[in-house]
């Protein structure tokens, strides 16, 4: 390819954002481009080992021990999930901003070296999925994107619920108290790093009624990731440069073959009957050893049989006979097989579920988790529960309810069409590749 560009993409240190990065990468990578990977030190190989270059920053100090890919968040979340067990009111000072916090103190840390890193790979176009600014990137003077791989509400509106409250669209009455919290615990925080901001060469934030903003949107792309059929209705009309990928998927060669003892009559396995389910708390969630051991038990008492992504804590989770499971799976390759998917709701997650046909039983944790689980609930691919105050008789009769509907898999599977037909990783490349080439706003 004549005109190969340097494309260089930047993803929170996370599995979730990690994964939609790697499928849009892979189609820009066949389209002859360079395509770099900004990661977090934990995370190095792993790109590398999918064919990708990387360049390697750290959020904070070395540790004196070796960390595992995503080792900060996974000790964050474990040590803060105490607080998942209150309101999402109660977790604006418990979680919410103490997790902005971390995020900006790593912003902070690692701009001299991002700055390092765009003048030596001097990119076309850099892309990045984080949900707080790195300076250097706007300030770089270079075409960026932004891919918000969170739920919507991120984007916020006044015809929409407040990012993180989990609250319904119907019902506004919680809605002002929820933003005087966010202010309460957020504004100074915002002051000051909006200060830094400016300091190092970069666009001032923005603080409107809806509370801070910790990222600007880009001049010129803005992706964010969501189906139309479960996406919300806005007051303000987005600006002309944001687009809408409705799911990413990225592509798998890996395979996966469902165990002799779980296969039903049909396939010639040992005679189980029952739902073939899908357990997965996503690489964070799943920290959460308790919580994890409680559903694989739950689960246990039933005749459905269930795959289980255990997590980075796999050895201290017991499953029982009607069960497999390791430490990470390949999920692209096991969803087109389950009936239901049991999810801690990650954007990743439950995109992948619509672009698979599946219905969800969320058990949100954090963050914009709740937001997807109150939307996949209202608008009716799905059930919400609460992850640790759920009754089991709850658990099993949503199951079996969501197993038995008939009308839900005949919509969901309209929708998987339709995705699997237009798929977002294709569209992503093919903005990102406009940007990179001319270097003007992809509206």
């Not at 979680?95 to 991002?114: E, H, M, N, S």
């Not at 300030?139 to 932004?146: H, I, L, Q, T």
């Not at 050893?289 to 997590?311: A, E, F, N, P, Y």
């Not at 005949?410 to 569209?427: C, E, I, K, M």
Request: glycine fraction near 8%.
């Amino acid at each position: 390819m004549n005109d190969a560009k340097t494309i260089v993409l930047f993803p929170e240190g996370a599995f979730g954002p990690t994964n939609n990065c790697v499928g849009i990468g892979n189609v820009l990578r066949e389209r002859g481009h360079r395509v770099v990977f900004i990661v977090e030190e934990s995370f190095t190989g792993n790109l590398e080992a999918q064919g990708f270059e990387e360049r390697v920053m750290r959020l904070g100090p070395k540790p004196e021990t070796e960390e595992v890919a995503g080792q900060f968040w996974i000790d964050f979340i474990r040590d803060t999930s105490p607080v998942f067990r209150t309101s999402t009111l109660e977790q604006l000072s418990g979680f919410i901003a103490p997790t902005w916090q971390a995020l900006i103190d790593g912003a902070k840390y690692v701009d001299d070296r991002l700055l390092e890193i765009f003048d030596e790979l001097e990119p076309d176009v850099v892309v990045e999925d984080n949900v707080v600014c790195f300076p250097a990137l706007p300030a770089s003077g270079r075409p960026w994107v932004r891919i918000v791989s969170c739920n919507p509400a991120e984007i916020k509106d006044p015809a929409m619920a407040p990012f993180s409250s989990g609250y319904p669209a119907a019902d506004r009455s919680l809605w002002p108290a929820f933003l005087e919290e966010v202010d309460r615990t957020h504004r100074d925080m915002w002051t000051d790093f909006d200060a830094f901001v400016r300091e190092r060469g970069a666009p001032g934030l923005r603080y409107g009624p809806l509370g801070p903003e910790f990222i600007h949107e880009s001049p010129y792309l803005n992706l964010y990731l969501f189906p139309a059929e479960a996406d919300y209705t806005r007051k303000v009309p987005l600006a002309p440069t944001w687009h809408r990928l409705d799911s990413s998927v990225r592509k798998t060669d890996a395979t996966w073959e469902l165990p002799e003892h779980l296969r039903d009559t049909t396939a010639g396995g040992s005679g189980r009957d029952g739902a073939l389910i899908y357990l997965s708390l996503g690489s964070l969630g799943s920290a959460d050893v308790g919580l994890m051991q409680r559903l694989v038990d739950v689960l246990g008492r039933t005749r459905h049989r269930v795959i289980v992504s255990k997590g980075p804590l796999a050895d201290e989770i017991r499953l029982h006979d009607n069960m497999t499971g390791e430490g990470f799976l390949p999920q692209p390759a096991i969803l087109p097989q389950v009936d239901l998917v049991i999810t801690h709701g990650g954007n990743n997650t439950v995109t992948e579920c619509f672009h698979n046909g599946k219905p969800m039983i969320v058990l949100p944790l954090f963050w914009d988790q709740v937001d997807n689980a109150q939307r996949v609930d209202e608008t009716g691919f799905g059930m919400r529960l609460p992850a640790y105050a759920f009754e089991d008789a709850e658990l099993t009769g949503a199951i079996d309810r969501l197993s038995a509907d008939a009308a839900l898999r005949d919509r969901l599977s309209a929708v998987s069409s339709r995705l699997r037909a237009n798929p977002g990783t294709v569209t992503a490349a093919d903005l990102i590749e406009r940007v990179a080439r001319t270097g003007q706003p992809a509206r």
